[in-house]
């Protein structure tokens, strides 16, 4: 067996609805959203930037890169029914990697405001229930249960996952919308190409690691995506299960609904060179990739599969 440390903290927030909240189809805007505004009205500007804004103008390898480089955070969610009744549950997925790490007391105290602030336009009130620690093998530990908090120096802030050797096929499962972009359009299910998507998984997983983990993703630095070309063109979908999720969401800033529309669905690749590449979907599986990753769109699941017999 392999393994690989991802420099991520995962939560899993359980809130009870105090009131019936009109949730729009996809949460993770409304999360990030409020998120946003109470980080703001709890920390001081320099805690606020680092976190929300992501980065120091000293991290940025390419000036040109500034608008689209990754947040040190995202919110999961990929529940989709819309309203959550008064005194029933919903969860907040939510992630803070590398050295932003430090701030988890205050992005916890954050959510925790906004939850009591209230989601959605109308403000409608909640309360956090529990809060659970989730670790690479899906196990939970219990750091709030409504009444005691369990220190943050308690954490444990090592995320690795073991994966096995000689992988010559996968399939991923998109859970949410996934929007890989070319040409500033979202690829389809006709459309869709491993070229693209590795292009942007792994630009997306270098620049996390560089901007805020304590090490460079590849020990050995071939860290450029044109070292993967190649292996990649050896590589096939062997099955193609994809299909459209028509998503938005509305923009306060902007003033207008914006298309979140992805991909969801399953493929099937295969190949030889695909243990060469396998490092980069599994840290992808928890870093999410594509457009507007921050609010939980592109989570994807890896399943390893047998495919001798082919």
Known sequence: MNKIEIPVLRFRFEVTALEDIPFPQFRGSTFRGAFGTALKDTVEPQIYYDIFESYNASEIPDPDMSSSLPNPYLFETSDFSGKVEQGHTFEIGFSLFGRRMRYVEECVNAIARASEHGFS??????QISRIYQVYADGSEKLLYDGRHIIITSQLDKHFTVNYPTGIKCVELEFLTPTRIMKNNLPLMPGNFNLHDFF???????NLIYHLYA???FEDDHNSDFKFYEEKIKSLRIYSNQLKVMECARYSNRQQKHVNLTGITGRIIITGKNLDDLIRYLIAGQYLHVGHAAVMGLGQYKIRFLDFSSN
């Open 199 to 205: 292009n942007v998984l792994i630009t997306r997983i």
């Open 121 to 126: 336009y109308e403000r409608k009130k909640s």
């Open 214 to 216: 304590f090490h460079p």
